[in-house]
């Protein structure tokens, strides 16, 4: 169990580096605008407070965090230069220091998704439809 705990750190580890390595190169001026849009997203959804799918949810609620972030990293990572990221996983490096950014605008847009999302359903039961 302790195993899995440790391996399951180091994951974490990794991919705190990598989001940040990916913050890098999308304010870097050789990354094309295309890859700079889809690594926006994907890094301001990974340093987001707020998940879209909370993870209280079973098995769905990790589902984000297990294969949506890491699948849009990858793919980031394939639409940006390849010097452009060995730079800026050498600066990652450096500069990382175990604390996660926050992102308070993604999370502030995930919150609002939310809000809509209870007021439909509160609109829906509790408001009789008319007839």
Known sequence: MMRLVTLWRQWASRLRLEAFTLYLAYKDPRTPWYAKLWTAIVVAYAFSPIDLIPDFVPIVGLLDDLVLIPLGMAIAVKLIPQEVMR?????????????????????????????????????????????
Do not use: M, T
């Not at 847009?109 to 359903?121: D, E, K």
């Open 87 to 131: 730079e800026s996983r050498r600066l990652a490096r450096q500069r990382i220091d175990g604390k996660k950014p926050i992102n308070w605008i993604a999370g502030s847009i995930v919150i609002a998704i939310w809000i809509a999302v209870l007021a439909f359903v509160v609109y829906r039961i509790l408001l009789p439809s008319p007839r």
